[in-house]
């Protein structure tokens, strides 16, 4: 029977602080345990990670009025014909000359058969994926009717050229037209919009460099342990050490094993592994995507700031909005990921120098499952009532705090904000000229 798809609350208990982001209460461990989607980082599937909280209401003599949108594309295939076939070719090779258990045979044909699915495949949206957007857009519907079901909305939807994201995006379209048959909805997909969609490495990217790599490899030594799970997999020990990079193995493993999740299978790997080693393999990957795009002080902080043409393009763009409207643009996570720790998004943004301890306070689930997306909503006084502009930040659809002081949460002044970010942006390039 094909999964059924479940929508799990994750378990984030949180003690919240007047003018902060929340502080986790339940360990990153136990939320894996209750959880072991989560552990697929970037692999996690959307609707596994969604809360059903309800969202706070409009503030009093309020409505919103415009939505600001960066979303990355849905579930899909791997990306690199390597993630399938290097595991295949080791087990394969191992079964030829008799050294696999009946276990290690049953995850060759597991991997043997999900392989057979990516032919011609690799990085294409999955049906799951498609699902995701067509969640996503009919909720955005649902909780924001007075922007989505106004007469003659115009929505503004651009995606970056790589066909997942295009197809995403026709997805949450698609729901966003039968909730509002009036809707003016453009689609816009070129190389022209590229430089913000899905800043290019070899420019400010480039200039920063990603930084990390001794402190990951000594992660990798540090929370990878293969040694009982050779055993499972093999019967001749003496073969491994000389034929098999069990680490490498594992990990192989372990990167299919997480991306099951987008498809409709009944297939899986996490079985392979105990309770501990997924939590290390998550941990490993957890401080890896934190050292290349994340605020570490490795780098200096500077990763975010990859995304420094996209935030321009959200203030650019909010302040032309003269009518209810909506902006949609859809890429990757890593521009997601890097996107929500430039605005400081809850506790995003937050810079650890203990990576040993990163995950009390930075998990990378909550940042970019497959589907993730920031939503800015914009709210104006009613007609008839005065007031500043205001917004509030949805991060994969939970509200968020955001970096400057508010007495309403999780509303904020957007005068404010965008004065925050503007002098945060010239403060950056002043120090990088």
């Known amino acids: 029977m094909k999964r059924k798809l479940l929508i799990l609350a994750i378990g984030f208990s949180m003690t919240i602080q007047a003018q902060n982001a929340p502080v986790f209460e339940t360990s990153a461990k136990d939320e894996i345990a209750a959880n072991i989607y989560l552990s697929g980082s970037n692999y996690l599937d959307y609707d596994r990670q969604l809360s059903d909280k309800a969202l706070t209401p409009s503030p009093k003599n309020y409505e919103p009025y415009y939505m600001s949108h960066y979303g990355r594309h849905g579930s899909r295939w791997l990306i690199s014909d390597g993630n399938y076939s290097k595991p295949i070719a080791t087990l394969k090779t191992a079964k030829e000359q008799g050294k696999l258990t009946p276990l290690g045979e049953k995850t060759l044909e597991t991997i043997e058969a999900i392989y057979a699915t990516a032919n011609k495949r690799l990085g294409d949206l999955t049906t799951v994926g498609e699902r995701q957007h067509h969640g996503i857009g009919k909720r955005m519907a649902q909780n924001f009717p007075e922007i989505f079901k106004t007469k003659n909305l115009k929505i503004d939807a651009r995606s970056t050229t790589v066909n997942r994201c295009i197809l995403s995006m026709i997805a949450e ?175 995003c943004g937050m810079a650890i120098n203990n990576l040993d301890e990163l995950d009390k306070y930075w998990r990378n689930y909550r940042i970019f499952p497959m589907g993730c997306n920031i939503q800015l909503i914009f709210y104006r006084p009613k007609k008839g009532k005065a007031g500043e502009i205001l917004v509030k930040a949805l991060l994969n659809e939970r509200e968020a705090y955001l970096p400057i002081k508010t007495n309403q949460w999780p509303y904020y002044s957007w005068q404010e904000l965008r004065q925050y970010y503007l002098n945060k942006i010239a403060a950056f390039e002043a120090e990088n000229k």
């Open 173 to 347: 379209c698609e729901e966003l037209a039968a909730a509002n048959p009036t809707a003016q909805i453009h689609n816009d997909v070129s190389e022209s919009l590229q430089y913000y969609l899905n800043q290019p490495w070899d420019g400010l990217v480039e200039k920063m460099g990603k930084k990390g790599d001794k402190e990951t490899k000594d992660y990798t030594i540090k929370w990878t342990h293969p040694e009982r799970l050779m055993k499972e997999l093999f019967n001749d020990q003496q073969y491994v050490y000389n034929n098999v990079g069990a680490g490498s193995l594992m990990r192989q493993l372990f990167h299919v094993a997480c991306n099951m999740q987008s498809h409709d299978t009944d297939l899986e790997l996490f079985s392979l592994f105990t309770q501990e080693e997924i939590y290390d393999q998550w941990r490993l990957k957890n401080v890896g995507w934190y050292l290349d795009y994340g605020a570490s002080p490795v780098s200096g902080g500077k990763m975010p700031f990859s995304q420094l043409n996209l935030l321009k393009n959200i203030i650019a763009t909010a302040d032309t909005v003269t009518q209810t409207q909506a902006t949609l643009r859809f890429g990757h996570e890593v521009c997601v990921m890097p996107l929500a720790c430039l605005l400081e998004l809850d506790n």
